[in-house]
């Protein structure tokens, strides 16, 4: 096969012992790869209504044909699992140098199975695949993990090539909403760290000598040559190495929509141009992900005493979530906050989110000064860099944040106190000033997220009509990069306007299988479609579609989207129209029959 | 013999040069470990390396959207 490795890499931890499969090219070229293939391995193989925590639960790292293929922006892994936050399909997407690693070793897809009895990591050089004990390494923080793996293996040249993934205190200690960690990058949201904790696999590491063979190599060359002079020739080179994602943060600022106080406001004081305090007061170098030139990402240094500390990020979204949602401003307590996170392996949207959440609960009376230890208003910096540390180690009070915002809003009797959908947190954007967020929310299959739906636009963001076919195109087209294993960043948000002509052009050079603009989207709806039958199959419902009862019915107080709440009943029918699935949300057969997943639909 | 340099402080270690490198001259396949510029990359050290596969028109410069690679 070209573009994918056609091999699928089995490792069952509970005997220690490992498979090799062949990969079906039809599923490869129908579910494309990442995400799609992934989703589809997963509903095939486990049963949807398990414990995550189970042994039973797999765990699979799946990168796309377009993943180490030479495509610009082709870094991309996805790690899949049933999520312990939301119990719906999880999907979890990271760049670096991990993704491409993988494929390099020769597998398009790694699916890690059972439970070791002790703590293990895992070693992939090629074909020579070795469960090591990893005891020595239980219990150390994301950063204290990769250099001590990395000082394990002996050849100084392998020990540089090799990458590695792993999982912090938050993984071992089964936090809902820990990260998979790697070289700073994060396989963030829905709680895929802690199924690998659950499986009791600190890490893995790769390394990978082998080529990804091109279907149309001379083709491949030309679009990329095209690319590169549309890139040269854009603002964005320059513009991203200096603010990386924190141009969002006064983009949610110019428009209201920064989540504030738990999402209580769209505004606050003090934050808005806070790209460029980051740049110029924090900022100390960029980098950026395998065949990337954006370098979006950047190395931090905090010098106020109080909240001291070097480190990655953080990005905007964690930004928005560890800051102005908990009523602070304090940027360097943000800063740490996020460093934090990254050490514990905790996501930092919805670390954030939850605190925001706690916070709330103590303003309103529900919590009480003895149950955190400390009062809890909204603005207390402190308070937000102790409590992601307890969350991440479990302890006192952050025993119960680690099982995430919904369950400590419903354990202390207000589950409406909670800000996200489907259990997982919002991320920074405040759904009430763009009417297709709110939709985008609501209909996410991993729940709240800032990566199921990019189409908002500023001129018709008050607008319910015309928005459910929008979000959908939106929908399909970010499933098709998830599973590709192209970035979003360049492939759905900075080149709008050509999007969606490029991927498909790159994915037939890359596997020749025959993709169009229209059977890529196709794809994508299938890949759509695959989500929600695992999600119904697994208990989700129609009822599960929604947003808080604050989204719904509070006007936003004040700013730039005043009075707005998410007329989420005018887009449901219309969204779940153009979906092809009926008035309970459920695909109708006719719509998988379109999409060939007519055996999968059968109950 | 032509020469590759590369300026550290510029490169942002996206490898590109390294996969276009590759596809140049291991048929139809992407292999950065097999790539002939990879000596700037695993001996830190060393800036400036001979090669000239390309014939005057070095892939791997072209490729470099950071400007971190020049032909001397």
Redesign the interface.
Known sequence: M?GWTGKILRVDLTRGSHSVDDLDPDLAKNFIGGRGLATKLLFDEIDPTIDPFSPDNKLLFATGPLT???A?GGSRLMVVTKSPLTGAAACSNIGGYFGPELK?AGYDILILEGKSPKPVYLLINDGDVQIKPAQHLWGKTTIETEPMIRSEIGDA?KA??TQIACIGPGGENLVRIACVMHAGHASGRSGVGAVMGSKNLKAITVR????????D?EG??KI?ANL?DQ??KSPL?EKR?LYGTWTGISRAYKFGVLGTRNFQAGQIEGVNGGEKVLREEFWVK????????F?EFSTTRVTDPDFQGEGEGPEWESFGLLGPDCGVTNFSAIVKANYICNEMGIDTISAGGTIACAMELYERGFLKEEDVGYPLHFGDAKAVVDLVEKMGRRQGFGDILAEGGYRLAEKYGHPEFFMGAKKQEFPGFHPQGFQILGLGYATSNRGACHLKNNAYYDDTRFQTEGQAPIAKIDQDYTAVIDSSGLCQAMYVRDFMLWREEIAPLLLEAVTGAGYTKESMLLAGDRIWNIERLFNLKAGLTAQDDTLPERILKEPMPAGPSEGQVVRLGEMMPDYYGVRGWDKNGIPTPKKLAELGLAREGGR | MAEIKIDRDKC?????CE??C??QY?????????SRIITLF?KPDVDVINCDHCQGEPQCV??C??DALTSI
């Open positions: 070209d180490g293929s030479g610009i390099f040249q540089k090539q990978g000598t082998q080529g990804v063979t091109l279907a190599a491949f060359k990329i590169s890139i040269r080179l190495p960029s980098h950026t992900c395998f065949n990337c030139p370098q | 942002c270690e996206c490898y590109l996969t276009t590759s596809l291991s048929e139809n396949t992407v292999n950065p470990k097999k695993n072209i490729a959207l950071s």
